[in-house]
């Protein structure tokens, strides 16, 4: 995979606001939060300096399970993670394209299919 297998959207609100809004946009979805890792935090924590960077892991065991078990190196992707992050001002919502993901592991179109939420859950969460 290469930066042309990454999509990057464009959010309408501060980071924190979008990270706010994705984890609500979640659980509705039938998705589990697994966690929510504040990068520029940890980095203060240990005297340093990071733009504001947030990174949002998530999933849906139904989903991910049949894709891990007929491609097991398929984990090292899920769940699936979508980074919050400003650059120079502008809030950028960034994910592993479900497509390059699918093309990685040798997925069938079947299979594919259960990694495509991602790309209507950022549609939904960059909408005004």
């Known amino acids: 995979m290469d930066e042309t297998d990454i999509v990057t959207k464009l959010s309408p609100?501060?980071?924190?606001?979008?990270v706010s809004k994705l984890t609500g946009l979640i659980s509705p979805k039938g998705m589990k939060l697994f966690d929510v890792i504040d990068q520029s935090a940890e980095a203060r924590q240990v005297?340093?300096?990071?733009?504001?960077?947030?990174?949002v892991v998530?999933?849906?065991p139904v989903a991910?399970?049949?894709?891990?078990?007929?491609?097991p190196l398929a984990a090292?992707?899920?769940p699936l993670k979508v980074l919050v992050w400003d650059d120079e001002?502008?809030?950028?919502?960034?994910?592993?394209a479900?497509?390059?993901?699918?093309?990685?592991?040798?997925l069938g179109p079947d299979l594919a299919g259960n990694l495509a939420g991602i790309n209507a859950l950022t549609d939904a969460l960059v909408a005004s």
């Open 13 to 18: 609100r501060p980071v924190a606001e979008t």
């Open 58 to 60: 998530f999933g849906s």
């Open 64 to 71: 991910g399970t049949p894709v891990m078990a007929a491609a």
């Open 47 to 55: 005297g340093l300096t990071l733009r504001e960077t947030t990174l």
């Open 98 to 106: 479900p497509a390059a993901l699918a093309a990685r592991h040798h």
């Open 76 to 78: 090292l992707d899920l």
């Open 89 to 96: 001002g502008q809030t950028k919502v960034s994910y592993y």
